[in-house]
Every structure is written in structure tokens, then in C-alpha cells.
């Protein structure tokens, strides 16, 4: 269950960030700013993110609130899939990120994989659309939304980059240290399932 306060300090800040992309009115604008600085400090008495970074998050988000958008492609070989190491954490995740604009989802997918693990992919099954929040507890200010993509490997081999260190193939029950924001146990399972399934049916939040 998502923590309730985090909940109110997101709506807070659509609320705010809606008013103020459309608000004309000068009285209604200030207010709208007191709710937008009410939720960055609802944030910040429940969590340790400073101050400076969470007004930086405010300043950057413009316009209507919309959540954000990241892709996973899943390669499996042999009953293993494919994973990389964060070079933020230390700890492994699928191939993925943000996804960019002006490219579809499986161009997202596609360049990610090429980026972070070096390999040619084609995205082939839809696994799932998911909502970070039902899968991950923590105190992300995002809304985000996961689209995670079954891919066949078509050739590449790893070379060191700007986000990950290394790369390499595991089972189901041999899984290193996972980088649990990006990649849970169970977003790894639903790949093993539409691998194994060819009636397998996209899992959707």
C-alpha cells in the first residue's frame, strides 16, 4: 500500500501545476503557489531529500502533470535473462530508462538496450503496462508508468557506458542484487512467464 501522504503531496502538486500552466487570475495564482509549496513540504519532512532538490523537481515539471514513462526490454537465452549493472548503485536492473520523445515504445526499448547493454534487440511480446507504485514502496515523487517489452537478441556485446559497468545472463533463482526502483523479482518473472507462455496475456495496472 502506497504511503497516504506521499499520495496527497502528488495530487498537491497537480493540483498547483495545473493552475498554474492555466490561471489567469493573479489572486488564484499565489494560491495555487502556496499549495505547490505545501506539497514540496509535505516531501520533505517525510523523506531526506534537501530542500534544493526538491524545488529544482518543482521548477522543472511544467504543464499539466502527466507521469512518466520508463521502458524495459527483457532478453531471455537459455532460460536467463539479460541484465545490467547500475553504475549509480552498484546493483543490476533490466536494460532501460526514459523514454524519449519522438521515438515509439519499441524504439525506446531498442536504444536502451543498445545503450546500456550493447546489444541489437527486437522487441516481440508486450509483458506489461505497469504502475511503479503497485510494485515498488518507496517515496518516489513520480508518478511512473512501466512498459516492459520480451525482446530476441540479434547480436552486441557489452562495452562500458555513461550508466551501467557490466552485463550478464541469470536464472530465475540465481538473481544478483537488484535495483529494486528500476527492477523487482516479480517484473522479472512476468518475462520468464511470456517466454514460457506463447498464449501469455499482457499484465496491465
Request: net charge negative; hydrophobic share 35%.
Amino acid at each position: 500500500m502506497e504511503k497516504q501522504w506521499l499520495v496527497w503531496a502528488r495530487e498537491l502538486q497537480s493540483i498547483s501545476q495545473s493552475g498554474l500552466t492555466y490561471c489567469k487570475n493573479d489572486y488564484d495564482l499565489v494560491r495555487y503557489r502556496e499549495i505547490e509549496k505545501l506539497s514540496q513540504e509535505i516531501i520533505e519532512k517525510h523523506t531526506e531529500v534537501s530542500h534544493e532538490v526538491i524545488k529544482d523537481y518543482y521548477v522543472r515539471e511544467e504543464g499539466y502533470l502527466t507521469p512518466k514513462v520508463d521502458v524495459r526490454g527483457g532478453v531471455i537465452v537459455e532460460n536467463k535473462i539479460l541484465l545490467v549493472r547500475e553504475k549509480v548503485d552498484g546493483r543490476w536492473s533490466l536494460p532501460g530508462g526514459w523514454a524519449d520523445v519522438n521515438r515509439t515504445p519499441q524504439e525506446n526499448v531498442i536504444k536502451e538496450a543498445f545503450e546500456e547493454a550493447g546489444v541489437l534487440v527486437k522487441p516481440t511480446r508486450l509483458v506489461g503496462l505497469l504502475d511503479r507504485s503497485k510494485w515498488v514502496q518507496d517515496t518516489c515523487p513520480y508518478t511512473i508508468y512501466k512498459i516492459l517489452m520480451l525482446c530476441e537478441l540479434l547480436d552486441g556485446d557489452f562495452k562500458c557506458n555513461a550508466e551501467t559497468i557490466e552485463s550478464g545472463f541469470f536464472a530465475m533463482d540465481q538473481l544478483p542484487p537488484l535495483s529494486l526502483g528500476r527492477t523487482t523479482e516479480a517484473q522479472l518473472a512476468l518475462f520468464f512467464k511470456a517466454h514460457q507462455n506463447t498464449e501469455y496475456y499482457p499484465v496491465y495496472d
